[in-house]
Every structure is written in C-alpha cells, then in structure tokens.
C-alpha cells in the first residue's frame, strides 16, 4: 500500500515509518521542517516538506504522491506546556485537528485513497463522571474545565468529520498518553526530567485516571487501523488505566527518583490551574477492547508498569522485532 503520512518527523511518525517499510508498504512522508528531509529518507520514507495548514500545499503533495491511504499524526503542542492556558497552548494543535484534518480529507478524497486515519486524544476528553473507565460509546465531558473548551470542540469537530467522510474507510485512533523513545515520557524527556528533580507532584489525592499506550504499541495499532480498520473511533490505550496516585509514584521508582512530592488541591490550582487539577483528580481512562477485537492488535507493553521499566529507551522497531518481542505480562 502507499501511505502519506502527515507527521512523519514526529514522536509516533518516527515509529511508524519504518514499521510500515518492513511491513512492505511505500511511505511518503510530510513534514514541515526542510531540514527533516534526510531524517525521513533514512527511515525510509520518500520526503515531502508541506504546511498542513496550507490547503493548496496539501493538495497539491497528496496529488504528487496519489497514495492508497492518508494518515494525519500532527501536532504542534510546545515541549514545556502551561496547562494554566490549556485551549491557547493548544491552539495550533487545533487547528491541525481541524482545518488539517479537513486538508488531509479532502486530498484524499481528490486522489481516490481508500482510507484514512487520524489522530485523536484518549484521556482529558472522557467524561468524568460514572465509571473509572470509558468505551467509545460513552460520551465525551460536555462541560470540561473553561481553558480546555476549544481544544475539546477541535477533538469534537475531528472526530465529526471523520464520522461523515463519504467514499473512503475514515477512522479516528483515540491515542492514550505516549511514553517511550522520543515522548516526554521516555529517557531525555520533559516529565522524565521533572520527575527526577521532583517537579512533579501528585495532586488532590491522585484520583484521576490516567490510559498510556506505548510509542510502539501505538505505531502498531496504527499500522493495522491502516492495514484493514474499520470506518469508525478506536481507543489504543493499554490493558491498565490507572490513578496518579498509582502511576507516577511507580514511574518516579522506575526512573530512580526520589518520590513526588504531594499537594493539596488549592495549592495545585495556583500552580496548573483547574485544568492542571482536573488531569490530576476527575479525568478518566479508556478501554482497549474494541481495538483488540476489530484490529486483531497486541500489545508488547499490555501494563504500563512494565513499560515504564523496559520501555522508556530507544531500540529498532520493525515488523520483525513486533513479532519476536517479548510481551511484558
Ligand atoms: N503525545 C501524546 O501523548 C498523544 C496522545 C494522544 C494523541 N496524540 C496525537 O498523536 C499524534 C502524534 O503525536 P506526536 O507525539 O508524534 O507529535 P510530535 O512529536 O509533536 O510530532 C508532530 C508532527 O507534526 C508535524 N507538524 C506540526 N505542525 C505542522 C504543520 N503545520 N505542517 C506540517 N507538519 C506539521 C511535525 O513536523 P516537524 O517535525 O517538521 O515539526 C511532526 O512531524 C499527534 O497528532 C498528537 O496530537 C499524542
């Protein structure tokens, strides 16, 4: 299959590419840094520097390379994220989730690619009341904290319009919290770093519940929803949601840090605002069992617990290496 893959150059773009070479498809890859060229050539990818906000760019790259599938992995979500001013650090990322999404679709739908897949967030958008675990049936929050409005009405409107795409096989993967090699959760990166100088506490109590997938888990999930999804959302988060109160202890043990520190929930608001809060005491995790069933995917890291042990550092990922890899449960 010829796949264009919007996001190559990123965290789950870099996992996914050579992931789909080994699995034999052909891979042109966009990205919007020129430099990133070569890092795209040498995964294997054929090269295309375009603006995804730029519908004409997009057309226009699409119609160069008239692949079978199109896939949207952009983001643009700065590295040291103010959750105080959620929606306004999110706001470019909105708008790849919006007029991006519509940019990549309608190219797709120009050339006559069968499928398209698209990115979209499993965690913050659950609803926060009932159960500790969410499906795809279970309606998102309809009223979240007031700074997180407009990005949950960017995941709405993606989500929309991929429900209504006529004439091509149109899915949304509703990715958990990525840890591993090139995420904030992996060696080098940003949470990694604030939880060994403990700067990142547990707060209210913990009692948020949080879905993680790993980056190779991710890019496999993906490549299936490519390879022979069906039209519709699909959470790909692992078998075990868990609190904060559970997780980021266990995550500071695991990366030999001291452990967090613990805040009451009024100091926390003056740190990370109510949407910090919130991600820390009322979100909600997702259930995996849809993506299990349909997608035929199974996980090398079905328990965070143990990612966060033997999955935080870079190794080669093929189709190769997905088959022979230990699975950790
Ligand atoms: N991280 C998570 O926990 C998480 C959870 C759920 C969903 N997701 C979603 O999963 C997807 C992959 O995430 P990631 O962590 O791999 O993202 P990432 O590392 O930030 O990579 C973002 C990619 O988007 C490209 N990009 C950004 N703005 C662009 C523009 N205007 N035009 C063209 N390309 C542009 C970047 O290109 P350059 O390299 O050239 O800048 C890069 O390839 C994203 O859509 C993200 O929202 C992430």
Do not use: C
Not at 88 to 95: G, H, K, S, V
Not at 185 to 193: F, K, N, P, R, T
Not at 226 to 240: A, F, K, M, R, S
Not at 263 to 283: C, F, H, R, Y
């Amino acid at each position: 299959m010829k796949i264009f893959l919007a996001g190559a150059t990123g965290a789950l773009g870099k996992r996914l590419t050579p992931l789909l070479v080994s699995a034999g498809h052909q891979v042109v890859g966009m990205g919007r840094t020129p430099h990133k060229a070569d890092q795209l050539r040498a995964a294997g990818a054929e090269p295309v520097i375009a603006d995804a906000l730029d519908a004409d760019a997009v057309m226009h790259a699409v119609k160069a390379a008239r692949p079978d599938a199109v896939v949207h992995e952009l983001t643009a979500i700065s590295a040291n994220l103010n959750l105080k001013k959620f929606d306004d650090q999110f706001a470019l990322t909105n708008r790849l989730r919006t007029e991006g999404t519509q940019n990549l679709l309608a190219a797709a739908q120009a050339v006559g690619a069968t499928r398209f897949v698209a990115q979209s967030y499993a965690g913050w958008p659950n609803s926060r009341t009932g159960g500790r675990v969410k499906t795809e049936d279970d309606p998102l929050a309809p009223d979240p904290p007031k700074s997180m409005r407009r990005s949950m009405d960017a995941i709405r409107q993606l989500e929309a319009t991929v429900a209504n795409a006529v004439g091509i096989v149109a899915i949304a993967l509703r990715y958990g919290s990525f840890y591993g090699p090139g995420t904030s959760i992996g060696e080098g990166g940003e949470v990694i770093e604030a939880v060994r100088r403990r700067r990142f506490p547990v707060i209210g109590g913990g009692s948020g519940v949080w879905s993680f997938i790993h980056i190779d888990d991710a890019a496999n999930a993906t490549r299936l929803a490519i390879e022979h999804g069906q039209p519709g959302i699909y959470n790909i988060v692992d078998d075990e949601p868990a609190e904060v109160s559970s997780w980021l202890p266990t995550l500071a043990q695991a990366v030999a840090a001291k452990p967090p520190f613990r805040l009451p929930a009024w100091i926390g608001k003056l740190a990370i605002g109510e949407a910090g809060v919130s991600m820390m005491t009322s979100v909600k995790g997702s259930s995996n069992a849809k993506a299990k069933r349909i997608l035929g995917w199974k996980l090398i890291y079905p328990r965070w617990r143990d990612g966060f042990r033997h999955g935080l550092a870079l190794e080669p990922i093929s189709t190769a290496t997905l088959r022979t890899a230990r699975v950790y449960n």
